[in-house]
């Protein structure tokens, strides 16, 4: 008899979108427990398993972090990414080295449109396959009320 076991990545945080004033696209991350120094997009559906976008930043975070798509003096990007309507993407906080990741988000162009400034889109830790939409102010003090034990 064999036995199979799998290892994954624990979650430590919570990933959302947002829009800038200037309507440009907004990662955000509530760091609940460890760190985060890395985000991930993928395109869903996509054929290439490689990312879409991943951003990279010089330290740990470990409370709160908040950047456009674009990237900028903090959080570097490989590509700038390009949304298209009628396309879906998952986004989640990382690490470099693996050791934490993030609840995901999923979301669309039209997802992205639909927000106004000061509000974030994620999945809540008791339900990810739901989506909340709430201002960065209560992402920030309530997104890992509900994180799993």
């Known amino acids: 008899m064999g036995l199979l076991t799998s290892c994954t990545v624990p979650e430590g945080a919570v990933t959302g979108?947002?829009?800038a004033a200037d309507g440009a696209p907004m990662v955000f991350v509530a760091v609940c427990k460890g760190r985060i120094d890395a985000a991930v997009l993928h395109e869903e559906g996509d054929a290439t398993p490689e990312a879409h976008t991943h951003w990279q930043h010089a330290g740990a975070v470990k409370d709160f972090a908040a950047w456009p798509f674009a990237g900028n003096a903090e959080w570097s990007?490989?590509?700038?990414?390009?949304?298209?309507?009628g396309h879906a993407y998952t986004l989640?906080?990382?690490?470099?080295?693996?050791?934490?990741?993030g609840v995901h988000v999923r979301f669309s162009f039209d997802d992205l449109a639909a927000l106004s400034v000061d509000q974030?889109?994620?999945?809540?830790?008791?339900?990810?396959?739901?989506?909340v939409t709430t201002s960065v102010a209560e992402f920030r003090a309530h997104a890992c009320d509900q994180r799993k034990k």
């Open 17 to 19: 979108v947002g829009v």
């Open 77 to 85: 990007v490989d590509r700038s990414p390009l949304l298209s309507p």
């Open 92 to 101: 989640y906080g990382a690490t470099h080295d693996n050791t934490w990741s």
């Open 120 to 131: 974030v889109r994620y999945s809540p830790w008791r339900d990810v396959n739901s989506v």
